[in-house]
């Protein structure tokens, strides 16, 4: 294997991967394009971005330039080195999640206390949360791998941290940032060697306790309704649902072309965040969602080709972390999508690389920086250096 990679043609071949590089790149500017064709009408009715229509493109491109400067730093640190720091960025993160509940440091929108003013903008901690995770379920699978199997010393600990987690994300409320935690932390363990018995149960349980949350909180429970017939009520619980399928109605095959979205002008409430991919179905049609899915899709394989390569090259903390923020993606990907397409209730998650917000652009792009070192490293491996 290592003669295969060794030899001139593969030498010349660049030294990162450029499929994943510009992949990446083509996803971030369909994003600052729609994120400028939804937000257009609500930028200039309100009065908090001073009625200025491309104040929320102006600010999705400071986070993208702040991203692309971070990402390069980034991408200079070696993999080791987050392996080691894992356990304090997680435990740093959890602080953060604290300090967010906290009256006059947490920052309310829209009732949800999610966010940390930092003056400048908000920093939304859950949305980094999602790679410290990643980060710390892979070291804890490597540090615990021969007790990985054992129920009381390798799963018990990690599921009480994630439950911790769970409620403090809970707390805010942020039920959507727990749902795909929960999803990296679980299936890292899985990937990890968790004994069979342990996952048939979790199969049992987990779908039970999802229930429980969802009836124990009003607001959860009428989301859950509104899913399940939206046009019962499409003024109320119904509202954002009805609005978000009108939208896909109205595109068709090739869409009404870009800027002629009708739903986009204050009737789709968050189209800039959690439904614009409604408003890019509304303008681009079928076709213009087909090739964001066939984007990302290609993204989280990439992913998973990326941790194949790091297991040949016996840096399975590599591997595990590829493959948690593959799972991050692909997860928080197909629940955006599917609640804008009807498919899932709402939950508030924005579409990872397209929406706005600063905290989930910058924490994307960083993992895609780490993502881009992983490979870096694996070619170099491969090639004996």
């Known amino acids: 294997m290592i003669d295969k990679f060794s030899n001139k043609s ?93 009256p006059g440091i947490g920052h309310v929108v829209n009732g949800s206390r999610r966010w940390i003013s930092l003056f400048v903008f908000n920093i939304q901690p859950s949305e980094f949360m999602k790679l410290f995770t990643a980060m710390y379920a892979s070291d804890y699978v490597l540090r615990k791998s021969k007790e990985i199997g054992s129920f009381l010393k390798g799963f018990l600990p990690m599921a009480a941290v994630i439950m911790l987690l769970g409620a403090l994300l809970l707390l805010e409320p942020d039920f959507g940032a727990f749902a795909v935690i929960l999803v990296i932390a679980m299936c890292t363990l899985i990937l990890g060697g968790i004994d069979k018995k342990i996952l048939m149960g979790l199969s049992i349980v987990a779908p039970i306790g999802m229930a429980a949350l969802i009836y124990s909180s009003d607001y959860r429970y009428q989301r859950l309704v509104g899913f399940f017939n939206p046009w019962a009520d499409p003024y109320g619980k119904g509202y954002q649902l009805s609005h978000a399928l009108i939208a896909f109605g109205r595109g068709e095959f090739f869409g009404v072309g870009l800027g002629g979205s009708v739903e986009k002008l204050l009737y789709l409430p968050e189209a800039h965040t959690d439904f614009i991919l409604a408003v890019l179905a509304e303008e681009f049609g079928f076709f213009g969602v087909l090739i964001v899915i066939g984007l990302f899709s290609w993204l989280v394989i990439r992913a998973f080709g990326i941790a194949k390569e790091a297991i040949i090259n016996e840096s399975y903390y590599s591997a595990l972390l590829s493959q948690g923020i593959g799972i991050w993606f692909g997860t928080q990907g197909i629940i955006n999508m599917g609640v804008n397409m009807g498919l899932l209730p709402t939950k508030g998650l924005t579409l990872p690389l397209l929406s706005y917000g600063g905290s989930g652009i910058l924490a994307n792009m960083i993992a895609l920086a780490i993502l881009l070192r992983i490979d870096w490293e694996n070619r170099r491996g491969l090639r004996g250096i």
């Open 10 to 102: 593969t030498i010349d071949k660049p030294s990162f991967d450029q499929g994943l590089f510009w992949v990446s790149l083509i996803l971030i500017a369909i994003g600052l394009i729609m994120v400028y064709s939804s937000s257009i009408s609500f930028a200039e009715s309100s009065k908090l971005t001073k009625h200025q229509n491309y104040f929320f493109l102006l600010r999705q491109s400071i986070y993208i330039s702040l991203g692309f400067f971070v990402g390069f730093i980034i991408f200079q640190i070696p993999i080791r080195w987050w392996q080691k720091m894992s356990p304090y960025l997680f435990m740093a993160g959890m602080v953060s999640l604290i300090l967010v509940l906290i």
